[in-house]
């Protein structure tokens, strides 16, 4: 990145070589014909990752994101416009691609055979929508028998890292955990949060700290969700 500062780019996006290395990597291999869940599962393997990481699909979506009445790529939007002043109100976010991809039959048999189904506290309208924007995958969702929690992504009623505040207020919902639940709607069983929420129709709740300060906190944090998502999966099959 230095060199190419030097060189006069207009370097903006700052990678370290590891990072640099899996992007060259997953180019050349894409350029090769391999799916995007091939690479997955080999980058996995190279670096002992023994957990399955799967794409929702193997066809490309990309966000972008529409404020100062001009639209930004995703990357572009969140790295170098919201490092300039004032700060930018978000008008609109388009995935583009997301209709004509596919969902993976590899995701597909994932959600319908899961022990549980855990939506990370992540933001709700940029990371976790262009997922759930791949057709079949809320279904999918909806459709399996395991219990579907989510971590709001608040902690002491504020966002640790990123803009989730703008995207949720284009929502159209509330930037707390009661927007959350509200942007995932039908979707979720249960919410864990930090802080109480007033009750909404089907959803279950489970108040925790859910700072993710370091390995120990994560650990806890996973533990709790899994096991109130166990909780759920047994209320569900006892009334069935």
Known sequence: MDMLRELGDDVWFNLGDRDLALCLRRARRLADGATMTEILA????????AARVLPPSDEPVRTLVQADDRWWDFQEFMIRRLRMPPE???????????????????????????????????????????????????????????????????????????PTESFLHWAGVSADALGTARYYGDLLDGLVTDEPIPSLDGLALRVTDTLLGDPEARRRVAGEVLAFADE???TKEAAA
């Open 232 to 234: 759920l999966r047994a």
């Open 42 to 49: 080999e980058h996995a393997a190279a670096l002992g990752v």
């Open 88 to 162: 930018p109100v978000v008008q609109d976010v388009r995935f583009v691609g997301a209709q004509d991809a596919q969902a993976t039959a590899e995701a597909l048999a994932a959600l319908g055979t899961a022990r549980a189904i855990v939506v990370g506290p992540s933001n709700p309208v940029i990371s976790i929508r262009p997922i759930l924007s791949v057709p079949g995958i809320a279904d999918a969702i909806r459709a399996s028998p395991a219990p579907v929690v989510a971590v709001a992504p608040f902690v002491q009623g504020a966002v640790v890292k990123g």
